[in-house]
């Protein structure tokens, strides 16, 4: 027994552990081979008359790696190169924009490329062709990446847009598919988090989704948090969330250490307090205490603590250790998106409780003057830099053909998204060697690698013009809605997505079908 000043100090301590990242559902007796009873229309189940809208089994990744690349990247150097566009020889109202942009002055390209390692290599290779017969190079910064023939026979890129410039809104939208301040703003990890606890094994107590984050001052500024945005979920889609930091704490708060030795006797206090606190919510005679949103999300946030300790064996200190890196000649004592991919894969590819969403936020191998990829200032030098080393350290957790490492990601089980909230101008922003680019939502690209993604499905999806706004393409709700689609997940509900967030669809079946042709490339 404790006396009730011990039990103060205790919980005080354990109240720390409300800053730890989140777990996920409630832990069961069952046997670890017991699955969920399947029972009529579960969270994300469809109607039996929505079925062959449903992409094929077969082709559903069993997990998904989303690198996010704050701060918007820039498609006119790396996944949406078209010389034609902009070409100084044929003068016209965009003459020297998009690709063209960068090819002389004090900070160029071409220097830039050499001192990243390019080599003899060509500055860009052709992909394939767009929705206006163009054909869409890979650019200078994706050169490691564009040696990867597996890889690229399994890519497809969506043109994007929407019309917000700002961070603060843009990611938001762009990471969930709502505006910022609607009750259905919740993240993709949150909706694969709520149905594979609905779907999933009875007694599993470590998450099914996670984020990954740079512990950055820009993060939070530019509203990136939304990645684990729950919007009408319950408490516990929250994704489990990672900070990358030296001397990360989360292997300690994981331990529960403060308790020293009394967890089991605070646990069993608190779960008194609480049913006593439930039951002053119970109306007379009511079978159970009503369901009141704050109180149900403390509780989940109560038993998230109680259960970390089973999260222990998956991430340990090894795993949270800082990494350095270098690249294009610069060094950084700590390398986000290193961390971030190891951390991500190792999640993806455990052999027991498997992740089926991972979200890493890459801020850069060094952050732009103003955040992440944001750059206003230095474009060539910081892009090139933070493009080259994310796709370096992207190609190294990807089973090469025949490779078959099981702490690799193998692209027929996972599907791999590059990302970022929005692009940048075709036109250069200051002067001098100081040249940056400024925010651009009104055409950029999205990048789907294997999974879904096979030789009749990799391509284009979707064209840019020479105005750099998008011709055909997609809105980030029909993107999300898409990935949900794609997970086997039935992506309209009062938590997820409305008709009206698919362009021109009048109803649910006909928004699934037009997401799975446009985004997905499943044709009827």
Known sequence: MIDRRRFLQLTSGAALGLMTPRCSSSKSTGPADTIIAPSPMLW??????????????????????????????????????????????????????????????????????????????????PFALDSEGLMVNLGPWLYPLRERKDILDRMRIHVVFHDLEPHEGACPLFLSGQPRGTPR??????????????HGVANRTVPYSYVIYPTSNYFAGFN???????????GTAQPLSIG???EN????QLSRATLTGYAAEVDAAIQFYL??????????????????PGLMHYIHARNAIQMSPDLQDLITPDLLKVMTGSECGYEAELDPSAMGLKIAAHLLTSPIDPARYVHTVDSGLIESKDGGYDTHEYHVRDTSRNAVHMCRELIQIINEPGENDPTKLDLDRHQVLITSEMGRTPYAQGGGNVRGLDHWPYGFIAVSIGGFVNDERAGV?????EDARSITGITPAEYRAALLLSQGIWPFSPESFAVSDVRG??????????????VLGFTS
């Open 249 to 252: 704490p989360l292997s300690e």
């Open 244 to 246: 990358l930091m030296p």
């Open 44 to 125: 994300g189940d469809h109607g039996s008359d929505a079925a062959h809208a449903m992409i094929p089994t077969k082709s559903r990744p069993e997990g998904i790696l989303e690198v996010f690349l704050m701060g918007g990247l820039n498609p006119w150097d790396t996944f949406y190169v078209v010389p034609e566009h902009g070409d100084p020889k044929k003068g016209g109202e965009f003459a020297g924009q998009q690709w063209w942009t960068w090819q002389d002055g004090e900070e160029n390209i071409p220097d830039i490329f050499q001192l990243c390692g390019g080599g003899n290599r060509p500055l860009y290779e």
């Open 224 to 234: 990136v948090e939304s990645a684990f945005a729950i919007g009408s979920h319950p």
């Open 275 to 292: 049913e006593r606190f439930k039951a002053g919510y119970t109306a007379p005679g009511a079978p159970k205490s009503l369901d009141v």
């Open 185 to 198: 703003m919740a993240s993709t990890g949150s909706h694969v988090q709520r149905y594979w606890n609905a």
């Open 505 to 518: 669809a009048n109803s649910e079946l006909e928004a699934a079908m037009m997401v799975r042709e446009k």
């Open 461 to 465: 999806a979707g064209a840019i013009g």
